[in-house]
């Protein structure tokens, strides 16, 4: 079993639909990542949780520690948030990330 | 600052030649990391630096591969012979002590055939 698991793998939505892409960790954890990947192949980190909940714009991400679970959040959908992204956590006491398989989304027009 | 700098963008490279993989962290970051990402195994760590010292090799594939950092602004990831099944995407990350986001490069896309 990986440490990090994404679901779904795979996400196909209609423009404006509110997406929901999970994460869910088994170790402890000081800090997690959300990051996009876009078909260009470059990673721009979103988020970075180590509780609670954070907004930008459209993306919101939360994570529930005792429950080792993190959610992201897309409101108002749009093709341009047509990308991969990937959970990432950074074990206590560590500084390299583990990171899930990644959730591939598409958002048709 | 330009942000994490890797290059090549791209290499093309026939079976058993040496590639050379390059990145500059940002300014005044002390981590460094280097991570491989294919469609089969999604992104893996390879090694990390702190302070230009590796600390954590354990994701390096084989001794074929091999990783320098002879100072705080430069990284090299070398791989002698490569081989087709080391075909894929080489990402460097910088962070610094105290801020836990981590900044990527661009990447390099590496074929080897």
């Known amino acids: 079993k990986n440490e990090v698991e994404q679901s779904p793998q795979n996400l196909t939505a209609q423009e404006g639909e509110f997406i929901t892409i999970n994460c869910s960790y088994s170790v402890g954890i000081s800090a997690l990542h959300w990051l996009q990947q876009h078909p260009g192949g470059g990673i721009v980190s979103l988020f970075m949780l180590s509780s609670g909940k954070k907004k930008h714009g459209r993306l919101i991400a939360t994570i529930n520690i005792q429950e080792k679970h993190s959610s992201l959040h897309i409101t108002a959908s749009h093709p341009r948030d047509s990308a991969v992204y990937i959970c990432a956590v950074r074990e206590q006491g560590a500084q390299k990330l583990v990171f899930g398989q990644g959730t591939r989304l598409t958002i048709n027009p | 600052d330009a942000g994490v700098i890797q290059s090549p963008r791209h290499e093309v490279t026939e079976m058993g030649q040496e590639v050379t993989l390059r990145c500059k962290p940002i300014?005044?970051?002390?981590?460094l990391f280097w991570y491989r990402q294919t469609m089969m195994r999604g992104l893996e760590l390879l090694i990390y630096?702190?302070?230009?010292?590796?600390?954590?090799d354990s994701g390096m594939p084989e001794d074929r591969f091999s990783a320098k950092m002879p100072n705080a602004s430069f990284s090299t990831l070398k791989i002698q012979p490569s081989e087709p099944r080391d075909s894929a995407v080489y990402f460097c990350a910088s962070t610094t002590t105290g801020r836990p986001e981590a900044f990527f490069g661009q990447g390099t896309r590496l074929t080897v055939v």
């Open positions: 300014s005044g970051h002390n981590s």
């Open positions: 630096f702190n302070n230009n010292v590796p600390i954590d």
